[in-house]
């Protein structure tokens, strides 16, 4: 069983949609969460971090449910420089990260 | 933050050769972690690089495969030995900081290796 399952979508959706991406995993023990952003052919980039009280960051926010371990992100207005893949992350006991597949979004004119 | 630079940013290889990856990092580090990303798959971890001991490599990976040097507190590398297309692949260092309230891992900008 994977540490951490995503939707690898594609989700092609049209300027200004609203889209959610959720994730699972699988330890309960699991201490940090984060959505990272990765573009085409580049490095994974920390997008924002996911706490139990939600986390917004501007049309961004994320949150975490514990009992349900599981994890979202939602985008508002959705922008053509949305578009990207978009990877679960949490790490465990002993500061190791654990990747999601990425979630591809394309943003549509 | 932490800036790493990363080279080569892609390589063609032959089968049965070797490629060394290596990673400078702009700030002094414990630990450097090397990955690799295949198509539609998620980063795996291939194994953390200790300056002062041997890396530590996770199950499925190994030294002989995946040599690592961790001359200093800054760079390291790694080498993908006796290539097959198998590990064509995209292969990332990476750095953890930690923060107030998070650890935050910043990458360098990878290594596209093809193998033929």
């Known amino acids: 069983r994977k540490e951490v399952e995503q939707d690898p979508g594609p989700f092609n959706v049209p300027e200004g949609a609203t889209v959610a991406f959720n994730c699972t995993y699988s330890?309960?023990?699991?201490?940090?969460f984060f959505w990272y952003r990765q573009d085409c052919r580049k490095e994974p980039k920390l997008l924002m971090s996911v706490y139990s009280s939600g986390n917004e960051d501007g049309r961004f926010t994320a949150q975490l449910n514990r009992a349900s371990q599981y994890i979202s992100l939602l985008i508002r207005d959705s922008k053509l420089s949305d578009s990207a893949t978009y990877l679960c992350v949490v790490i465990e006991y002993g500061n190791q990260f654990y990747f999601g597949t990425g979630t591809s979004l394309t943003v549509i004119p | 933050s932490a800036v790493i630079s990363q080279k080569p940013s892609r390589d063609i290889c032959q089968r049965g050769t070797s490629l060394t990856i290596q990673c400078q990092v702009d700030s002094q580090v414990t630990m450097m972690f090397w990955y690799r990303q295949q198509p539609g798959q998620s980063l795996t971890l291939i194994a953390t690089?200790?300056?002062?001991?041997?890396?530590?490599?996770e199950s499925g990976f190994v030294i002989d495969k995946f040599p690592i040097s961790r001359p200093n507190l800054t760079f390291s590398t790694l080498t993908v030995s006796n290539m097959s297309p198998e590990d064509s692949s995209i292969y990332l260092c990476?750095?953890?900081?930690?923060?107030?309230?998070?650890?935050?891992?910043?990458f360098g900008q990878g290594t596209r290796l093809t193998v033929v």
């Open positions: 990476s750095v953890e900081l930690s923060g107030f309230r998070d650890t935050e891992a910043f």
């Open positions: 330890n309960s023990a699991s201490q940090s």
């Open positions: 690089a200790n300056q002062g001991s041997e890396a530590t490599y």
